[in-house]
């Protein structure tokens, strides 16, 4: 698979660790970069704050994002990625424990790609995590960089 980052954000430390034990045990050998709020993923992705020596240009595969996060929630972290023209179109697979209609229909509606609530048992959460990443890493053909439009993808 390729090496391309995966943006994991979660406060939970446990399930941070889980998704990671889950992530390993499927073979995705992505990078992964953890941001526990929702304001340290918006300074990772965007570049700025901590992160702004990060090279801009690097865009993650895939970001899965939780929705009860501290300082800034998932559903306004998303609203925001999709404001931009740098991330509207960055795959964003909503992982987390709600099963709220409210925040299904509002993380659709604001653009999410996938909606997915974590099993409990862990056996269950790795597969669903294998097939995440087999989907989103290795099947899923991610949108060519800027400029790269004009390129035939077959």
Do not use: H
């Amino acid at each position: 698979m390729s090496k391309k980052v995966i943006v994991l954000v979660e406060d939970n430390p446990i399930d941070e660790e889980l998704t990671l034990r889950a992530l390993k045990k499927a073979n995705i050998v992505n990078r992964v970069v953890v941001a526990r709020d929702g304001a340290e993923a918006l300074d990772y992705l965007f570049a700025r704050g901590a992160y702004a020596g990060r090279d801009s240009t690097e865009t993650p595969q895939l970001v899965l994002l939780d929705l009860n996060l501290p300082k800034l929630g998932g559903l306004e972290v998303l609203r925001l990625l999709r404001e931009t023209d740098k991330t509207k179109l960055l795959p964003v697979v909503i992982l987390t424990s709600s099963r709220e209609g409210r925040d299904l229909l509002a993380g659709y509606g604001l653009g999410a790609n996938s909606y997915i609530v974590k099993p409990v048992d862990f056996t269950q959460f790795a597969d669903a995590v294998r097939q995440l990443g087999l989907y989103w890493l290795v099947l899923n053909e991610a949108v060519p960089p800027a400029g790269d439009s004009e390129k035939d993808v077959s």
